[in-house]
């Protein structure tokens, strides 16, 4: 695949996932909440680290990139 038609599908797919989290909230709304995501909280600071939400995500994207790979 050419870098450019790369950088245009990730920026479609940043167009898309921007519009989900402004439009439609409720669809993310288990985002950072999975068992697995550690949040720490203590004397004013806030430490969040979400293992299984990017797991999830990491998942997600090396299925769809496959899936686009194999088109080609």
Same mark, same amino acid.
């Given at each position: 695949?050419?870098?450019?038609?790369?950088?245009?599908?990730?920026?479609?797919?940043?167009?898309? %996932?921007? *519009?989900?989290?402004? @439009?439609? #909230? $409720?669809?993310? +709304? $288990?985002?950072?909440?999975? #068992?697995?995501?550690? /949040? %720490?909280?203590?004397?004013?600071?806030?430490? @969040?680290?979400?293992?299984?939400?990017m *797991?999830?995500?990491?998942?997600?994207? +090396?299925?769809? /990139?496959? /899936? @686009?790979?194999?088109?080609?």
């Amino acid at each position: 695949m050419r870098v450019g038609n790369v950088l245009v599908l990730v920026g479609l797919v940043l167009v898309g %996932v921007g *519009l989900v989290l402004r @439009f439609a #909230p $409720w669809l993310v +709304s $288990w985002f950072g909440k999975l #068992p697995g995501d550690i /949040l %720490v909280e203590r004397d004013g600071t806030t430490i @969040f680290i979400p293992i299984t939400s990017m *797991l999830v995500v990491s998942i997600l994207l +090396s299925i769809l /990139l496959n /899936l @686009f790979d194999r088109g080609t």
